[in-house]
Protein backbone atom coordinates (compact mmCIF):
# COMPACT_ATOMS: atom_id res chain seq x y z
CA UNK A 1 0.00 0.00 0.00
CA UNK A 2 1.28 3.39 -1.02
CA UNK A 3 0.60 6.20 1.43
CA UNK A 4 1.54 10.23 1.13
CA UNK A 5 2.27 13.32 3.30
CA UNK A 6 3.74 15.66 2.82
CA UNK A 7 6.75 15.91 5.65
CA UNK A 8 8.00 12.49 6.57
CA UNK A 9 9.10 12.60 9.86
CA UNK A 10 11.18 8.99 11.15
CA UNK A 11 11.69 8.61 14.39
CA UNK A 12 9.29 8.86 17.16
CA UNK A 13 11.54 9.56 20.65
CA UNK A 14 11.11 13.34 21.35
CA UNK A 15 12.78 14.98 18.76
CA UNK A 16 10.05 13.61 16.01
CA UNK A 17 7.38 14.09 18.01
CA UNK A 18 8.06 17.86 18.94
CA UNK A 19 8.92 18.47 15.37
CA UNK A 20 5.61 16.80 14.61
CA UNK A 21 3.39 18.60 17.15
CA UNK A 22 4.78 22.07 15.34
CA UNK A 23 4.27 21.06 11.62
CA UNK A 24 1.27 20.11 12.70
CA UNK A 25 0.30 22.97 14.20
CA UNK A 26 1.01 25.28 11.59
CA UNK A 27 -1.20 22.79 9.39
CA UNK A 28 1.22 20.97 7.28
CA UNK A 29 0.43 17.09 6.24
CA UNK A 30 2.56 15.07 8.58
CA UNK A 31 3.78 11.44 8.99
CA UNK A 32 5.50 9.96 11.71
CA UNK A 33 6.79 6.84 11.77
CA UNK A 34 8.33 4.95 14.47
CA UNK A 35 10.19 1.58 14.41
CA UNK A 36 9.77 0.77 17.91
CA UNK A 37 7.12 2.28 20.34
CA UNK A 38 7.08 5.97 20.89
CA UNK A 39 9.82 7.21 23.43
CA UNK A 40 11.23 3.30 23.67
CA UNK A 41 14.72 4.48 23.00
CA UNK A 42 17.31 7.13 24.55
CA UNK A 43 14.20 9.68 25.04
CA UNK A 44 11.96 7.94 27.43
CA UNK A 45 15.31 6.17 28.75
CA UNK A 46 17.01 9.22 29.87
CA UNK A 47 18.03 10.87 33.07
CA UNK A 48 15.14 14.10 32.77
CA UNK A 49 18.26 16.36 33.30
CA UNK A 50 17.63 19.94 32.10
CA UNK A 51 21.13 20.79 31.20
CA UNK A 52 22.96 24.68 30.73
CA UNK A 53 26.42 23.75 32.33
CA UNK A 54 29.13 22.25 29.90
CA UNK A 55 29.48 18.77 31.38
CA UNK A 56 32.33 18.68 33.55
CA UNK A 57 34.18 15.44 32.52
CA UNK A 58 34.12 16.79 28.88
CA UNK A 59 35.41 19.79 29.78
CA UNK A 60 38.43 17.91 32.03
CA UNK A 61 39.20 15.35 29.17
CA UNK A 62 38.43 17.06 25.95
CA UNK A 63 39.60 20.48 27.01
CA UNK A 64 39.14 24.40 27.27
CA UNK A 65 39.66 24.16 23.53
CA UNK A 66 36.68 21.75 22.69
CA UNK A 67 34.50 23.48 25.27
CA UNK A 68 35.23 26.93 23.27
CA UNK A 69 33.65 25.32 19.64
CA UNK A 70 31.07 23.71 22.04
CA UNK A 71 29.96 26.66 23.86
CA UNK A 72 27.97 28.56 21.14
CA UNK A 73 25.28 25.87 21.27
CA UNK A 74 24.47 27.16 25.05
CA UNK A 75 21.94 30.06 23.95
CA UNK A 76 20.33 27.08 22.04
CA UNK A 77 20.07 24.89 25.34
CA UNK A 78 18.80 28.80 26.86
CA UNK A 79 15.76 29.12 24.60
CA UNK A 80 14.82 24.99 24.95
CA UNK A 81 14.76 25.97 28.38
CA UNK A 82 12.22 28.39 27.46
CA UNK A 83 9.97 26.18 25.73
CA UNK A 84 10.28 23.92 28.27
CA UNK A 85 8.83 26.20 30.95
CA UNK A 86 5.55 26.84 28.87
CA UNK A 87 5.48 23.25 27.27
CA UNK A 88 2.96 21.54 30.23
CA UNK A 89 0.09 24.58 29.69
CA UNK A 90 1.06 24.86 25.96
CA UNK A 91 0.37 21.29 25.58
CA UNK A 92 -2.26 20.85 28.41
CA UNK A 93 -0.55 18.35 30.90
CA UNK A 94 2.02 18.74 33.87
CA UNK A 95 5.66 17.36 32.29
CA UNK A 96 7.18 17.59 35.98
CA UNK A 97 9.17 20.28 34.83
CA UNK A 98 10.90 22.53 37.38
CA UNK A 99 14.15 24.98 37.29
CA UNK A 100 15.58 24.19 40.47
CA UNK A 101 18.98 25.45 39.74
CA UNK A 102 22.00 23.00 39.10
CA UNK A 103 25.06 23.26 41.36
CA UNK A 104 28.29 21.55 40.60
CA UNK A 105 30.28 20.73 43.94
CA UNK A 106 34.37 20.36 44.04
CA UNK A 107 36.30 19.16 46.22
CA UNK A 108 39.65 19.90 45.82
CA UNK A 109 41.54 23.56 45.11
CA UNK A 110 41.95 21.66 41.51
CA UNK A 111 38.93 20.60 40.68
CA UNK A 112 37.09 24.24 42.02
CA UNK A 113 39.54 25.77 39.21
CA UNK A 114 38.63 24.07 37.00
CA UNK A 115 34.81 25.02 37.51
CA UNK A 116 35.46 28.40 37.49
CA UNK A 117 37.23 28.40 34.15
CA UNK A 118 34.18 26.61 32.59
CA UNK A 119 31.92 28.80 34.37
CA UNK A 120 33.68 32.18 32.65
CA UNK A 121 32.75 30.57 29.08
CA UNK A 122 29.51 29.99 30.16
CA UNK A 123 28.78 33.36 31.27
CA UNK A 124 30.21 34.46 27.69
CA UNK A 125 27.79 32.68 26.16
CA UNK A 126 24.70 33.62 27.95
CA UNK A 127 24.68 30.95 30.83
CA UNK A 128 24.73 33.04 34.06
CA UNK A 129 26.48 30.47 36.29
CA UNK A 130 27.65 31.73 39.35
CA UNK A 131 30.91 30.45 41.52
CA UNK A 132 29.80 29.22 44.99
CA UNK A 133 32.12 29.44 48.43
CA UNK A 134 31.91 26.60 50.58
CA UNK A 135 29.86 28.47 52.90
CA UNK A 136 27.29 29.68 50.15
CA UNK A 137 27.44 26.46 49.05
CA UNK A 138 26.17 24.88 52.27
CA UNK A 139 23.63 27.67 52.88
CA UNK A 140 21.80 27.02 49.50
CA UNK A 141 22.50 23.37 49.20
CA UNK A 142 23.00 21.98 53.16
CA UNK A 143 22.25 18.36 52.00
CA UNK A 144 25.66 18.88 50.16
CA UNK A 145 28.65 16.69 51.80
CA UNK A 146 31.33 19.38 53.78
CA UNK A 147 33.69 17.40 52.30
CA UNK A 148 32.86 19.74 49.44
CA UNK A 149 35.15 22.84 49.03
CA UNK A 150 32.89 24.76 46.84
CA UNK A 151 31.03 25.22 43.53
CA UNK A 152 29.03 26.66 40.71
CA UNK A 153 25.44 27.50 40.54
CA UNK A 154 23.11 27.90 37.11
CA UNK A 155 19.38 28.80 38.16
CA UNK A 156 17.89 27.79 34.83
CA UNK A 157 18.81 24.09 35.28
CA UNK A 158 16.25 21.62 36.12
CA UNK A 159 14.80 18.45 35.54
CA UNK A 160 11.29 16.90 33.72
CA UNK A 161 9.36 13.76 33.61
CA UNK A 162 11.50 11.67 30.36
CA UNK A 163 8.00 9.44 30.54
CA UNK A 164 5.52 12.03 29.53
CA UNK A 165 7.30 14.61 27.03
CA UNK A 166 6.82 12.39 24.14
CA UNK A 167 3.63 11.01 24.73
CA UNK A 168 2.34 14.65 25.41
CA UNK A 169 4.10 16.03 22.53
CA UNK A 170 2.97 13.48 20.16
CA UNK A 171 -0.80 13.59 21.61
CA UNK A 172 -0.77 17.18 20.38
CA UNK A 173 0.41 16.33 17.11
CA UNK A 174 -2.64 14.01 16.64
CA UNK A 175 -5.24 16.54 17.93
CA UNK A 176 -3.37 18.86 14.81
CA UNK A 177 -3.99 15.96 12.50
CA UNK A 178 -0.81 14.31 12.47
CA UNK A 179 -0.87 10.82 11.77
CA UNK A 180 1.50 8.36 13.67
CA UNK A 181 2.38 5.07 12.79
CA UNK A 182 4.45 2.46 15.44
CA UNK A 183 6.28 -0.33 14.77
CA UNK A 184 6.85 0.52 11.50
CA UNK A 185 10.73 0.79 10.19
CA UNK A 186 12.12 2.39 7.25
CA UNK A 187 13.67 -0.12 5.37
CA UNK A 188 15.51 1.87 2.49
CA UNK A 189 14.94 5.65 1.60
CA UNK A 190 15.59 7.04 -2.05
CA UNK A 191 14.93 10.20 -4.22
CA UNK A 192 12.24 11.01 -6.56
CA UNK A 193 10.88 13.28 -8.39
CA UNK A 194 8.55 14.61 -6.40
CA UNK A 195 10.57 14.11 -3.15
CA UNK A 196 11.39 11.10 -1.38
CA UNK A 197 10.53 7.35 -1.26
CA UNK A 198 10.47 5.05 2.13
CA UNK A 199 10.45 1.45 1.94
CA UNK A 200 8.41 -0.38 4.93
CA UNK A 201 7.02 -3.72 5.97
CA UNK A 202 3.40 -2.62 5.41
CA UNK A 203 4.37 -0.85 1.99
CA UNK A 204 5.89 2.56 0.65
CA UNK A 205 5.27 6.20 1.80
CA UNK A 206 5.65 8.82 -0.78
CA UNK A 207 6.82 12.46 0.77
CA UNK A 208 7.49 15.89 -0.20
CA UNK A 209 10.30 16.31 2.38
CA UNK A 210 11.64 14.17 5.10
CA UNK A 211 12.84 14.77 8.50
CA UNK A 212 15.83 12.58 9.73
CA UNK A 213 14.90 12.29 13.91
CA UNK A 214 16.12 8.76 14.39
CA UNK A 215 18.60 9.72 17.30
CA UNK A 216 21.34 7.36 17.16
CA UNK A 217 19.89 5.59 13.71
CA UNK A 218 20.32 8.84 12.18
CA UNK A 219 23.62 8.15 10.46
CA UNK A 220 22.08 4.78 9.27
CA UNK A 221 18.99 6.70 7.74
CA UNK A 222 21.23 8.99 5.77
CA UNK A 223 23.44 6.45 4.43
CA UNK A 224 20.46 5.46 2.86
CA UNK A 225 20.65 8.36 0.62
CA UNK A 226 24.24 8.13 -0.09
CA UNK A 227 25.20 10.87 2.97
CA UNK A 228 27.45 10.03 5.60
CA UNK A 229 27.05 11.70 9.00
CA UNK A 230 29.35 11.13 11.98
CA UNK A 231 26.46 10.31 13.99
CA UNK A 232 27.19 7.08 16.87
CA UNK A 233 25.09 5.82 19.57
CA UNK A 234 26.95 4.90 23.22
CA UNK A 235 25.78 3.11 25.79
CA UNK A 236 24.90 4.57 29.20
CA UNK A 237 23.32 3.42 32.16
CA UNK A 238 21.28 5.32 34.69
CA UNK A 239 19.77 4.26 38.10
CA UNK A 240 16.49 5.17 40.04
CA UNK A 241 16.12 4.91 43.85
CA UNK A 242 13.37 3.76 46.04
CA UNK A 243 11.29 7.00 47.11
CA UNK A 244 12.92 9.03 50.03
CA UNK A 245 11.82 12.02 52.00
CA UNK A 246 12.56 15.43 50.26
CA UNK A 247 16.64 15.82 49.96
CA UNK A 248 17.75 16.64 46.81
CA UNK A 249 16.32 19.87 45.86
CA UNK A 250 18.71 21.11 43.00
CA UNK A 251 20.05 19.02 40.05
CA UNK A 252 23.80 18.23 40.80
CA UNK A 253 26.74 17.53 39.34
CA UNK A 254 30.25 16.63 41.10
CA UNK A 255 33.61 18.01 39.62
CA UNK A 256 35.22 14.76 41.28
CA UNK A 257 33.35 12.34 38.64
CA UNK A 258 30.83 11.89 36.30
CA UNK A 259 27.34 12.67 38.14
CA UNK A 260 24.03 14.25 37.60
CA UNK A 261 21.70 13.42 40.46
CA UNK A 262 18.28 15.30 40.98
CA UNK A 263 14.98 13.65 43.02
CA UNK A 264 11.80 13.64 41.37
CA UNK A 265 8.36 14.68 42.06
CA UNK A 266 7.59 10.99 43.40
CA UNK A 267 10.66 11.09 45.21
CA UNK A 268 12.78 8.88 43.58
CA UNK A 269 16.26 9.99 42.98
CA UNK A 270 17.36 9.82 39.42
CA UNK A 271 21.53 8.61 39.94
CA UNK A 272 23.18 9.46 36.55
CA UNK A 273 25.87 11.31 34.23
CA UNK A 274 27.30 9.20 31.37
CA UNK A 275 28.25 6.37 32.86
CA UNK A 276 28.44 3.63 30.33
CA UNK A 277 26.57 0.32 29.67
CA UNK A 278 27.79 -2.83 28.41
CA UNK A 279 27.28 -3.23 24.56
CA UNK A 280 26.95 -7.69 23.96
CA UNK A 281 28.12 -9.02 21.23
CA UNK A 282 24.31 -9.70 19.84
CA UNK A 283 23.87 -5.92 20.25
CA UNK A 284 21.80 -6.06 23.68
CA UNK A 285 22.95 -4.18 26.55
CA UNK A 286 24.25 -4.88 29.93
CA UNK A 287 24.37 -3.32 33.22
CA UNK A 288 28.31 -2.22 33.62
CA UNK A 289 28.49 -3.48 37.46
CA UNK A 290 31.69 -1.09 37.55
CA UNK A 291 29.90 1.99 36.44
CA UNK A 292 26.88 1.94 38.97
CA UNK A 293 29.71 1.26 41.82
CA UNK A 294 31.54 4.15 40.64
CA UNK A 295 28.50 6.29 39.90
CA UNK A 296 26.75 5.22 43.41
CA UNK A 297 29.77 6.42 45.14
CA UNK A 298 30.28 9.69 43.06
CA UNK A 299 26.41 10.20 44.29
CA UNK A 300 26.84 9.70 47.86
CA UNK A 301 30.72 11.12 48.21
CA UNK A 302 28.02 14.25 46.92
CA UNK A 303 25.12 13.91 49.19
CA UNK A 304 26.26 11.53 52.14
CA UNK A 305 22.22 11.72 52.95
CA UNK A 306 21.43 8.99 49.96
CA UNK A 307 23.45 6.36 51.93
CA UNK A 308 20.36 4.65 52.99
CA UNK A 309 18.16 4.41 50.27
CA UNK A 310 17.68 1.62 47.62
CA UNK A 311 18.54 1.49 44.33
CA UNK A 312 15.01 -0.22 43.00
CA UNK A 313 16.93 0.00 39.22
CA UNK A 314 19.33 0.53 36.66
CA UNK A 315 19.00 0.01 33.09
CA UNK A 316 20.97 0.83 29.68
CA UNK A 317 20.59 2.89 26.93
CA UNK A 318 21.61 4.24 23.38
CA UNK A 319 22.61 7.79 23.51
CA UNK A 320 22.60 9.56 20.01
CA UNK A 321 26.25 11.74 20.24
CA UNK A 322 28.52 13.24 17.73
CA UNK A 323 32.26 13.65 18.74
CA UNK A 324 32.34 17.37 18.75
CA UNK A 325 29.17 17.44 20.54
CA UNK A 326 27.68 19.54 18.55
CA UNK A 327 23.91 19.14 16.85
CA UNK A 328 23.59 18.30 13.08
CA UNK A 329 19.97 20.31 12.53
CA UNK A 330 18.63 21.60 9.34
CA UNK A 331 18.20 21.04 5.43
CA UNK A 332 21.23 19.16 3.80
CA UNK A 333 22.47 21.04 1.15
CA UNK A 334 23.00 18.73 -1.51
CA UNK A 335 19.56 16.66 -0.72
CA UNK A 336 17.01 19.44 -1.07
CA UNK A 337 13.90 18.38 1.11
CA UNK A 338 15.98 16.40 3.52
CA UNK A 339 16.46 17.52 6.80
CA UNK A 340 18.55 16.37 9.88
CA UNK A 341 17.13 16.92 13.14
CA UNK A 342 19.55 15.67 15.82
CA UNK A 343 20.61 16.90 19.26
CA UNK A 344 23.21 15.03 20.85
CA UNK A 345 23.99 13.67 24.40
CA UNK A 346 21.62 16.21 25.89
CA UNK A 347 18.61 15.93 23.58
CA UNK A 348 16.17 15.99 25.54
CA UNK A 349 17.03 19.67 26.82
CA UNK A 350 17.57 20.93 23.21
CA UNK A 351 14.59 18.75 22.20
CA UNK A 352 11.74 21.07 21.98
CA UNK A 353 14.24 23.94 20.96
CA UNK A 354 15.45 21.45 17.85
CA UNK A 355 11.98 20.75 16.79
CA UNK A 356 10.85 23.81 16.63
CA UNK A 357 13.97 24.74 14.68
CA UNK A 358 13.50 22.22 12.38
CA UNK A 359 9.65 23.14 11.88
CA UNK A 360 10.74 26.86 11.03
CA UNK A 361 13.26 25.72 8.77
CA UNK A 362 10.21 23.29 6.66
CA UNK A 363 7.96 26.39 6.89
CA UNK A 364 10.24 29.31 5.55
CA UNK A 365 10.25 31.16 8.16
CA UNK A 366 12.86 32.72 9.92
CA UNK A 367 14.75 30.40 12.76
CA UNK A 368 14.37 31.86 16.26
CA UNK A 369 17.90 31.52 16.84
CA UNK A 370 20.23 32.08 14.20
CA UNK A 371 21.92 28.16 13.78
CA UNK A 372 24.28 28.81 10.95
CA UNK A 373 26.79 28.77 14.09
CA UNK A 374 25.61 25.97 15.83
CA UNK A 375 24.83 23.21 13.66
CA UNK A 376 27.93 20.69 12.29
CA UNK A 377 26.22 20.33 8.86
CA UNK A 378 26.85 24.04 8.48
CA UNK A 379 30.40 22.90 8.68
C1 LIG B 1 20.96 6.85 29.67
C2 LIG B 1 20.76 8.21 29.05
C3 LIG B 1 20.67 9.34 29.86
C4 LIG B 1 20.49 10.59 29.28
N1 LIG B 1 20.28 11.67 30.10
C5 LIG B 1 19.96 12.86 29.56
C6 LIG B 1 19.61 13.96 30.40
O1 LIG B 1 19.52 13.82 31.63
N2 LIG B 1 19.35 15.17 29.82
C7 LIG B 1 19.42 15.33 28.46
O2 LIG B 1 19.24 16.48 28.00
N3 LIG B 1 19.68 14.29 27.63
C8 LIG B 1 19.93 13.06 28.14
N4 LIG B 1 20.19 12.00 27.33
C9 LIG B 1 20.18 12.21 25.87
C10 LIG B 1 18.76 12.26 25.32
O3 LIG B 1 17.96 11.25 25.89
C11 LIG B 1 18.78 12.10 23.80
O4 LIG B 1 19.75 12.97 23.23
C12 LIG B 1 17.42 12.43 23.19
O5 LIG B 1 16.40 11.70 23.84
C13 LIG B 1 17.42 12.09 21.70
O6 LIG B 1 16.08 12.17 21.24
P1 LIG B 1 15.73 11.69 19.78
O7 LIG B 1 14.26 11.84 19.62
O8 LIG B 1 16.63 12.38 18.82
O9 LIG B 1 16.19 10.15 19.75
P2 LIG B 1 15.48 8.83 20.29
O10 LIG B 1 14.73 9.07 21.53
O11 LIG B 1 16.53 7.78 20.32
O12 LIG B 1 14.42 8.52 19.16
C14 LIG B 1 14.81 8.10 17.87
C15 LIG B 1 13.74 7.14 17.40
O13 LIG B 1 13.98 6.78 16.04
C16 LIG B 1 13.52 5.46 15.86
N5 LIG B 1 14.11 4.89 14.66
C17 LIG B 1 15.41 4.58 14.44
N6 LIG B 1 15.56 4.02 13.21
C18 LIG B 1 14.32 4.00 12.65
C19 LIG B 1 13.83 3.52 11.40
N7 LIG B 1 14.65 2.96 10.50
N8 LIG B 1 12.50 3.64 11.15
C20 LIG B 1 11.66 4.20 12.06
N9 LIG B 1 12.08 4.65 13.26
C21 LIG B 1 13.39 4.56 13.55
C22 LIG B 1 13.99 4.75 17.14
O14 LIG B 1 13.26 3.55 17.36
C23 LIG B 1 13.76 5.81 18.18
O15 LIG B 1 12.53 5.66 18.87
C24 LIG B 1 20.40 10.73 27.87
C25 LIG B 1 20.47 9.59 27.06
C26 LIG B 1 20.64 8.34 27.64
C27 LIG B 1 20.68 7.12 26.74
Not at 217 to 239: E, H, K, N, T, Y
Request: charged fraction near 15%.
Amino acid sequence: MIKTCDVLIIGGGLVGCASAYYLARAGVDVLLVEANDLNARASGANAGSIHLQIPHHEFVTLGESWANNFAPVLPMMLQSTRLWKQLGAELGRDLEFSQTGGIIVARTVEQLDLVRRKTEIENKHGIGTQMLTAAELKSMAPYISCDMIGGAYCPDEGKANPLLATSTFADAAKRHGARIMIHATVMALKTTAGGFEAKLHSGQIRAHRVINAAGADSGRIASMLGLSLQIDGFPLQVSVSEPIEPLVRHLIYSAAGKLTLKQMKNGTCLIGGGWSSRQLPDGGLAIDPDSLTSNLETAIAAVPGLQSARIVRTWPAIVNGTTDWRPLIGEVPRLPGFYVNMFPWMGFTAGPISALLTAELILGRKPSIDIERISALNG
